[in-house]
């Protein structure tokens, strides 16, 4: 929360550094307001992929007057922020136990300004909540809270050192620690060209990071699902860019009240029903193709194709513009079978076809028998030590899981590993870890009986990997009509995660707005470079 929303006059270094990075909240380029902000006449628009910035950029055009179709492979709407129902067999109350499950917490921050006027506009930011406080667990450093960090820039560094996160002497008597000033220089071009190449294990030994630094800046890479020595340098600093050193709300963050299906998908969901957009769900698309093309048996529409385009065709149906927002391995697969797109735009082609996956991660819940007792945060970061990266606590975090706790006199928790290592074979291993694990850090829970579990094991996420920056493809693919939108875009903001997903479905709804001579959509972001990007460097770091 900022100064001015706790009523505090800012400081004098409170004020240099906003004015240094020109404020905290930027909007990316202008909205031409005399323009019309709705369609006069039909056009439609297939969204290939139901996650976040599928259903981003539907909820947009469908509210500017497109007819808008989602397609989504899976039964359940959502993608990584999806929720669904699995039947479990077991425990002390019989069989026919069908509980919602989804992919794991999340984390709502403040500063991911796109996405919170995004959960507005669909009527679920009244399920946003705050944490207690954004605490991480170790067993071999004690446990760290930043609740009481400063959060203006640079005094938040500091701040952690009086909290005692790390020690300012140690850094102080380092001369290596200088390298870290590449976090406050971040520039979407140099740090990239910088450290791309180097991963965030190679930079941490060259820095020489005292133990605690490194747990604190791991559990930022863990949470872009790579281990340190996978995990791009200039992705982390990215990172910190985006959530610590470019604007004021702090780490401490909010959350949905509830199972997402009641407190984000539904919303969603009636919100496009309200403006005529059809969701299909189960319906996996095999590739994209030219409206020009003709399949076996049908012949080419007379449908007025959207400008300077000729329109595309999507399971069978005309569409005039198309957006692909699948995951990583689906984008990948789709653009690959649409074989026209290797001719008419190969370098979309090959960087979209070259999309890979981050390591496995994985999500084990557990229906206990018993209250345990809890006295953190509902969801808090852990050391891993092999597996385990984070504890959820339901009955504290979701309206319907606290309801079932009640019932049942238990509790449910959630384990995370959001990198799974390469050296585990499956999940049975993976299971037997994460158990081992939370009864290091918490013995007394395995008194409690597990009635059921749900374990899941997946490698859809995306990577961000060493050198894979260069490569990444942006919202327009060369191909008038066809843009794609997801967390692995390359967009000029430095949005990470679920608003870098809402981020890219704006400005992929953008451009059809601007083919259609519509008002374009605000779009909104932290600070694009660090505060002493720019500044003449002593040393090449």
Same mark, same amino acid.
Request: charged fraction near 20%; charge should be neutral; aromatic fraction near 10%.
């Given at each position: 929360m900022s100064n001015d929303a706790q009523g505090k006059k800012k400081s004098f270094i409170e004020w240099i550094v906003e004015r240094r990075l020109g404020g905290y909240r930027h909007q990316l380029g202008?909205?031409?307001?005399?323009?019309?902000?709705?369609?006069?006449? %039909?056009?439609?628009?297939?969204?290939?992929?139901?996650?976040?910035?599928?259903?981003?950029?539907?909820?947009?055009?469908?509210?500017?007057?497109?007819?808008?179709?989602?397609?989504?492979? !899976?039964?359940?709407?959502?993608?990584?922020?999806?929720? #669904?129902?699995?039947?479990?067999?077991?425990?002390?109350?019989?069989?026919? /136990?069908?509980?919602?499950? %989804?992919?794991? /917490?999340?984390?709502?921050?403040?500063? *991911?300004? !796109?996405?919170?006027r995004f959960l507005e506009r669909i009527g679920a930011a009244e399920h946003l909540v705050p944490i207690d406080d954004y605490a991480i667990e170790s067993r071999n450093y004690g446990s760290f809270s930043f609740r009481n960090v400063a959060t203006t820039p640079v005094l938040n560094m500091l701040s952690m050192a009086g909290e005692g996160i790390y020690r300012m002497g140690a850094m102080v008597k380092n001369p290596d620690a200088r390298r870290l000033l590449a976090f406050l220089r971040y520039d979407p071009e140099r740090t990239f060209a910088d450290y791309d190449h180097l991963s965030f294990k190679d930079f941490a030994d060259a820095a020489r990071l005292p133990g605690e630094l490194r747990l604190i800046f791991n559990s930022f890479s863990r949470a872009f699902f790579a281990e340190a020595h996978l995990m791009s340098t200039a992705e982390i600093i990215k990172s910190f860019h985006a959530y610590f050193l470019s604007n004021d709300a702090g780490l401490v963050y909010d959350y949905l009240d509830d199972d997402y299906e009641i407190a984000l998908l539904g919303p969603i969901r009636r919100h496009l029903e309200r403006y005529g957009a059809e969701v299909l769900t189960s319906r996996p698309v095999g590739r994209i193709e030219r409206r020009a093309e003709r399949s076996t048996g049908e012949q080419v529409g007379s449908e007025q194709a959207a400008p300077g385009g000729e329109g595309f065709r999507v399971e069978g149906r005309p569409y005039d513009y198309v957006v692909l927002?699948?995951?990583?391995?689906?984008?990948?697969?789709?653009?690959?079978?649409?074989? $026209?797109?290797?001719? &008419?735009?190969?370098?979309? *082609?090959? &960087?979209? =076809?070259?999309?890979?996956?981050? &390591?496995?991660?994985?999500?084990?819940?557990? $229906?206990?028998?018993?209250?345990?007792? #809890?006295?953190?945060?509902?969801?808090v970061i852990t050391e891993k030590l092999k597996v385990l990266d984070s504890v959820s606590i339901y009955p504290m975090l979701e309206k319907s899981s606290a309801q079932w706790a009640e019932e049942k006199g238990g509790s449910i928790v959630e384990l995370h590993c959001y990198a799974v290592p390469d050296d585990m074979p499956g999940e049975d291993e993976v299971r037997d870890r994460f158990l081992d694990e939370l009864y290091l850090y918490h013995p007394?829970?395995?008194?409690?009986?597990?009635?059921?579990?749900?374990?899941?094991?997946?490698?859809? /996420? =995306?990577?961000?990997? =060493?050198?894979?920056?260069?490569?990444?493809?942006?919202?327009?693919?060369?191909?008038?009509?066809? *843009?794609?939108?997801?967390?692995?875009?390359?967009?000029?903001?430095?949005?990470?995660?679920?608003?870098?997903?809402?981020?890219?479905?704006?400005?992929?709804? !953008?451009?059809?707005?601007?083919?259609?001579?519509? &008002?374009?959509?605000?779009v909104y972001t932290v600070p694009l470079r660090g505060l002493l990007a720019g500044k003449p460097r002593r040393q090449r770091v």
């Open positions: 202008s909205v031409r307001l005399e323009l019309p902000p709705a369609l006069r006449s %039909e056009r439609t628009v297939a969204v290939i992929g139901a996650g976040l910035a599928g259903l981003t950029a539907a909820v947009v055009l469908a509210e500017r007057g497109f007819r808008v179709t989602v397609l989504e492979k !899976n039964g359940y709407v959502g993608g990584k922020v999806g929720s #669904w129902p699995v039947e479990l067999e077991g425990g002390l109350f019989g069989r026919g /136990f069908k509980p919602y499950v %989804e992919h794991g /917490f999340h984390a709502f921050f403040r500063q *991911y300004y !796109n996405l919170m927002a699948a995951d990583v391995r689906g984008t990948a697969a789709v653009a690959g079978a649409s074989s $026209w797109l290797r001719e &008419q735009a190969p370098s979309a *082609y090959a &960087q979209l =076809t070259g999309l890979r996956a981050s &390591q496995r991660y994985a999500m084990l819940r557990l $229906w206990l028998d018993r209250p345990i007792r #809890w006295d953190k945060p509902g969801f007394e829970i395995k008194q409690a009986g597990i009635l059921y579990e749900h374990m899941q094991l997946r490698d859809d /996420f =995306t990577a961000y990997h =060493t050198g894979l920056h260069a490569d990444r493809p942006t919202t327009e693919t060369g191909v008038g009509g066809l *843009y794609v939108a997801g967390d692995w875009v390359r967009t000029p903001v430095p949005a990470m995660l679920m608003e870098a997903a809402c981020t890219s479905a704006l400005l992929a709804a !953008n451009e059809i707005l601007d083919r259609e001579g519509l &008002q374009q959509e605000p």
